[in-house]
């Protein structure tokens, strides 16, 4: 493996391998670290030394990596069983890959009050939803740390950084934020299905501050999953760091979360008291998760702990964004995310915990996760080799008894983000940009399906071509096949030849007599934006409301009954997800969106947020016309409809020209 080794940093600036910082600023401009510029980030990069704009929208396209040689079998067979195969992971929801959402970045992510949700977070959500049946977001990272929660803040804003304490050693600032920011993350549940994850700031322990606990609790309510007690702790005292004394261990926390559960044992404010806290999200550079485990915490506190945790990324991009050291070229890295090896090497340091994690009959959760801390790499981060590594490091996770799979959205200055709000002066005329990652979580969703029963197990036969099947109640649901080659000559298509049962005495299941196919495409796995899942994409930077545009193809694949065989193709490159049953399919097809015309408006500075009030308050009734993916963005005719339902009655903060649509699931 070529990843940038964690240890050589270690001994120069343990700080920079920590989880993704990222600061909002007063004018709205998100950077990192607090010591950085993009600018900086950018320059750092030859490849994209001549732009100038936000790294989400960075245009550095990189070299496929040729194809290997010698070349993977181009035809390999699966032979899957009914009733269950060796090895099956532990039973996985289909929410299992949510998302982590950088605290300071909430409210431009989430929307801007209670009152003004982004529509097209509430769409993406829904897309999850449709699938999965809920989604899992966690809204924290470095920035929970000293967050406090105020009774308001200046101008109605609900979140801010403390600007009286701008010097902070991490680059961290405080952030201030009120209880609104809860309400704004319980009415998105109202629509969504989300449940949450908060961060409990832990720098200060004299006493610890639980307002967000206590409020999470009350506002919240079932919608709040559990806090997280330490970000990264083992983290806390590495230099420049002075958030615990030097040589603070496994122990020492251990003692920190015993004060916590002490301190809430007593308190009124927090009616439900067990299952709480997720611990100790450590980035396993310093401490292993063995360590933590030894101190017996689990076995302590098993009444309180609602899960245990880890944060990895597989790679940083630390010395670009700060100019400290030799920056990566991502080029030269660009192939280690192009082969199961990356997934499989970076589990190996989980394997005890997940199984310690079923036996403490806690679920074991990656916090936060994405292909590189310090931003990602442009050109790796947003392409579609992202989106197919994504899938396969889900997977990896999935098969070896994770729960949950949390991958982090940063702000405008990240390569990796899921999904990008348009910067905050460019909203009245853009629209959200989709990256790869946010495929990978709308295909496993379809891959895992809401039956809460789904086990996982990698069947995998060569490295540039994971494999996996996916079992449901011991019934064969899905195979998941990938290929991480590009060729556009079809020279490196593989095929999946694969047979149920097998004629075995006593297996009852067969082979089907034709499978549906659905793909997640693209030309190569650098090409950026217009991925295709199943035909339908969200397009291009700026161009997306949350709804997947184009038409539907899932494609039939007539199987050989005689022979009591299926054959699908595999294109290099490509994730390709067959159904094995119509069921599996129908599972996950959408069919009860509605889309509510409306929304995109130009010339406001708010293009796309709308009073949540209203939606439920309409109970589906209107916009019943348009079914999600029949109205293209942009188109006009939809969004008159609303205009005249709601004739001025809606909250967007202006409305001149309506020129978009968006969608809710309808409860
Ligand atoms: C793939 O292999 C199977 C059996 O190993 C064979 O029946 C089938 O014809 C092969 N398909 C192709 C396209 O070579
Ligand atoms: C995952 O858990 C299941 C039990 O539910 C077990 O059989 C399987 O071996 C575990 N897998 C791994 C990779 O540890
Ligand atoms: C949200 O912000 C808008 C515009 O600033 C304001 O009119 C509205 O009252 C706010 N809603 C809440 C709940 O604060
Ligand atoms: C609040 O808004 C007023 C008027 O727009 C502005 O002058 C002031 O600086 C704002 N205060 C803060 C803290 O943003
Ligand atoms: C949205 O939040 C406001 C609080 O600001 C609340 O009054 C309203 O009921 C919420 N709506 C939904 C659908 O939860
Ligand atoms: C992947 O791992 C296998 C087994 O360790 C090794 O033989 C192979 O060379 C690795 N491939 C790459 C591309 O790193
Ligand atoms: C996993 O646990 C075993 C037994 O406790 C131990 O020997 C091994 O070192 C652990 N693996 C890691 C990666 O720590
Ligand atoms: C938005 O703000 C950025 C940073 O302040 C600035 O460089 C850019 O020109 C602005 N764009 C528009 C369209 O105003
Ligand atoms: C799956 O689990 C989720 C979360 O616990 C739950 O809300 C949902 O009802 C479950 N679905 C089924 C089909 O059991
Ligand atoms: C993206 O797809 C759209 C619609 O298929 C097409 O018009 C556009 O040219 C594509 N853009 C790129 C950069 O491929």
């Not at 442009?378 to 994770?402: C, E, H, K």
């Not at 020279?491 to 097998?502: H, L, P």
């Given at each position: ?6 240890l ?59 194809p ?32 982590s ?73 405080p ?52 806090l ?82 880890v ?28 082969t ?21 009959v ?6 936060e ?37 949390l991958?982090?959205?940063?702000g ?95 297996q ?25 899942w ?18 539907l ?43 509510f ?52 009655s ?18």
């Amino acid at each position: 493996m070529h990843f940038l080794s964690v240890l050589s940093l270690l001994t120069s600036n343990v700080w920079l391998v920590s989880a993704q910082v990222t600061i909002y600023q007063p004018n709205n401009q998100v950077i990192f670290g607090g010591s950085s510029s993009a600018t900086k980030t950018r320059t750092n990069i030859a490849a994209a030394a001549t732009y100038t704009g936000a790294a989400a929208y960075d245009p550095t396209i990189l070299q496929p990596p040729p194809p290997p040689n010698p070349p993977i079998p181009t035809n390999q067979s699966i032979q899957l069983y009914s009733g269950g195969m060796n090895g099956l992971s532990k039973s996985q929801v289909g929410a299992f890959f949510g998302f982590s959402i950088e605290m300071s970045v909430a409210t431009h992510v989430l929307g801007k009050n209670s009152s003004l949700v982004q529509v097209p977070f509430l769409n993406l959500m829904a897309n999850i939803k449709e699938r999965a049946g809920w989604v899992q977001v966690r809204v924290g990272g470095n920035t929970q740390e000293s967050a406090e929660l105020v009774q308001s803040l200046p101008n109605g804003t609900i979140l801010a950084k403390d600007t009286s304490n701008a010097f902070n050693p991490t680059g961290t600032p405080p952030l201030a934020y009120t209880s609104d920011l809860l309400y704004l993350m319980n009415n998105i549940s109202a629509f969504t299905n989300t449940r949450w994850f908060l961060g409990l700031p832990f720098f200060n322990t004299t006493p610890f501050a639980v307002g967000i606990l206590e409020q999470g609790q009350a506002i919240l309510g079932n919608n709040l999953i559990a806090l997280q007690a330490g970000n990264e702790p083992d983290l806390y005292a590495q230099p420049p760091r002075t958030h615990r004394p030097t040589g603070y261990s496994p122990f020492d926390y251990m003692g920190d979360i015993g004060s916590l559960i002490n301190q809430v044992s007593s308190n009124s404010l927090v009616p439900n008291k067990n299952n709480l806290f997720i611990i100790p999200s450590i980035s396993a550079t310093v401490w292993t998760p063995e360590q933590v485990w030894d101190t017996g915490i689990v076995g302590t506190y098993t009444s309180s702990l609602y899960g245990l945790a880890v944060e990895r990324y597989p790679a940083n991009n630390c010395a670009a964004v700060y100019g400290t050291g030799k920056a990566i070229n991502p080029q030269d890295v660009f192939p280690n995310y192009l082969t199961h090896n990356a997934s499989t090497n970076l589990i190996t340091g989980y394997l005890n915990s997940t199984q310690f994690a079923m036996t403490s009959v806690k679920p074991m959760l990656m916090f936060e996760t994405n292909t590189a801390s310090c931003s990602g790499f442009p050109g790796i981060s947003d392409s579609f080799g992202a989106a197919l590594w994504g899938l396969d490091w889900a997977f990896t996770m999935a098969y070896n008894n994770f729960s949950t799979a949390l991958f982090h959205v940063g702000g405008q200055n990240a390569y990796y983000n899921p999904f990008t709000p348009p910067p905050t002066n460019q909203s009245s005329f853009h629209q959200w940009t989709i990256g790869p990652i946010y495929y990978s979580a709308l295909v496993m969703a379809e891959a895992l399906g809401p039956s809460n029963a789904s086990q996982v197990l990698d069947i995998t036969q060569n490295e540039f071509a994971p494999t996996y099947v996916i079992y449901e109640n011991g019934t064969p649901t899905k195979l998941a096949l990938f290929n991480f080659i590009t060729d556009p000559s079809g020279a490196n298509d593989w095929i999946a030849t694969f047979s149920v049962g097998g004629g075995q005495t006593g297996q009852p299941g067969a082979t089907p007599s034709s499978v549906k196919v659905k793909y997640l495409s693209a030309p190569s796995v650098s090409t950026k934006g217009n991925f295709t899942w199943a035909g339908q994409t969200f397009g291009n930077n700026f161009e997306s409301d949350g709804r997947l545009q184009g038409n539907l193809d899932v494609q039939t694949v007539n199987c050989d009954t005689t022979a009591g065989t299926c054959q699908v193709k595999v294109p290099a490159p490509s994730f390709t997800l067959v159904f094995l049953t119509d069921t599996a399919l129908s599972a996950v097809s959408p069919g009860a969106t509605l889309t509510f015309p409306t929304s995109a408006v130009t010339r406001t500075a708010n293009t796309v947020f709308i009073d949540p009030t209203m939606l439920s308050g309409s109970n589906g009734h209107y916009g019943m016309q348009d079914k999600e993916g029949a109205t293209s963005s942009g188109s006009s005719s939809g969004a008159l409809g609303l205009r005249q339902t709601f004739p001025g009655s809606f909250a967007l903060v202006c409305a001149v020209i309506v020129m978009g649509t968006f969608a809710i699931w309808h409860p």
